[in-house]
Structure formats: C-alpha cells, structure tokens
T-cell receptor
Framework: DADVTQTPRNRITKTGKRIMLECSQT?????MYWYRQDPGLGLRLIYYSFDVKDINKGEISDGYSVSRQAQAKFSLSLESAIPNQTALYFC??????????FGPGTRLTVL | AQSVAQPEDQVNVAEGNPLTVKCTYS??????LFWYVQYPNRGLQFLLKYITGDNLVKGSYGFEAEFNKSQTSFHLKKPSALVSDSALYFCAVRDPEVDDKIIFGKGTRLHILP
C-alpha cells in the first residue's frame, strides 16, 4: 500500500466551485505539505503543517485553505476555484527537516 | 530569502556517458540541500541530501552530488547514464537560519539518448 495517498487523482471542475483535495499518510510523520506544480515553475509551497495545531502559509497561499484533521490527514480546499488554479497538486510528508515523501498527485482542471 | 536555480531546462546525454545536472543556491546561513526525481505521472522521489559532513554525497540509483560552498553549487552527477534515468530532476534548498520552508528549483528535464 502507498504511504502517501491523494484523492481524487483527477478532477475537472468549473469556475466558482468549491473543491477539496485530500491527503492521507501512514508513515506516522508529523509534518505535512501541499505543493502545486506548473510547467516551467517547478513546485511551489502552498501550506505546511508541523502538527495538528500548527498551520503555516507557504509561498502561494492566496485562494487556498487547509485543514489538518488528524496527524495522518491534511486537506487542501479551493473555496472558489479559478482557471489559473489548474495545476498538478502534491501532498508530502516528512519526519523532520529531512527528506519528504510525496503522494502521486492530483491533476486539477478548472474550466 | 533562500533561493535555488537550475540553469538548464533540459539536458541531453548519450547512454553510457557521464551526466551532470546543475544547481546553484542562495542562502544566508548553511544550507540543507536536496535532489529529487520525478518520473512521468508520479510524485517526486528523494535521491540524496546534504546537511553537513562530506561534500560528496552519494544517493539512490548511482547518483551523487557535490556540495561546493565557494561556488554555492550542488550539482547532481552520475558516471554512466542509463536510458531509465530520463526524468525531471529538482534541486531544493532550506535555509535553517531563515525559516522552515524548503524551496524547490524549476526542474531540469534529463533525456538519455540510446
């Protein structure tokens, strides 16, 4: 079984819709991250959490919100999706400031 | 603020030849440096890291990287490329004296030609 899972894997939605991307991990890590990947721009950090009560903004948090429901679960929400949020979204976990373990990604298309 | 640059969008290497993927960084303190690889339709996978110690770091799949403080570089290398090494490679940096974030480069696509 995969250590870091993301649902859904693909999603097409319309402008203005609310959408939630979910991430679960079985690695027992406290630290979890959400990134988006755009061609030519690499990975950019949206939000990160070092434990259930700790949420921090990343480079590009505007238009996004997160919820850390438990140590193993970290959700990313787009309250009102817009086309420039079309991207590949990755969740990652880490034990400390060490290597990160990435999920398989969610491909989101906003029409 | 910390930053990382991968000056080449794409690198082409013939199979069996040595490969180098370049990375330079800018930090105010002593950096934590990482390399990750992304295969098509997959998430990123950790290759290797430099935190402290020997400047030459060995990682997965025969890759290695050399930390050069004077040139602020952390180039990824492999002595003999395989076609299966074709992928997207990301360099990443953390400046522990600034904050907790890890910043990724824009990625370099490596093509190994048979």
């Amino acid at each position: 079984d995969a250590d870091v899972t993301q649902t859904p894997r693909n999603r097409i939605t319309k402008t203005g819709k609310r959408i939630m991307l979910e991430c679960s991990q079985t690695k027992g890590h406290d630290r979890m991250y959400w990134y988006r990947q755009d061609p030519g721009l690499g990975l950019r950090l949206i939000y990160y959490s070092f434990d259930v009560k700790d949420i921090n903004k990343g480079e590009i948090s505007d238009g996004y919100s997160v919820s850390r429901q438990a140590q193993a679960k970290f959700s990313l929400s787009l309250e009102s999706a817009i086309p420039n949020q079309t991207a590949l979204y990755f969740c990652a976990t880490s034990r400390d400031f060490d290597e990160q373990f990435f999920g398989p990604g969610t491909r989101l298309t906003v029409l | 603020a910390q930053s990382v640059a991968q000056p080449e969008d794409q690198v082409n290497v013939a199979e069996g030849n040595p490969l180098t993927v370049k990375c330079t960084y800018s930090v105010s303190g002593n950096p934590y440096l990482f390399w990750y690889v992304q295969y098509p339709n997959r998430g990123l996978q950790f290759l290797l890291k430099y935190i402290t110690g020997d400047n030459l770091v060995k990682g997965s799949y025969g890759f290695e990287a050399e930390f050069n403080k004077s040139q602020t570089s952390f180039h990824l290398k492999k002595p003999s490329a395989l076609v299966s090494d074709s992928a997207l490679y990301f360099c990443a940096v953390r400046d522990p004296e600034v904050d907790d974030k890890i910043i990724f480069g824009k990625g370099t696509r490596l093509h190994i030609l048979p």
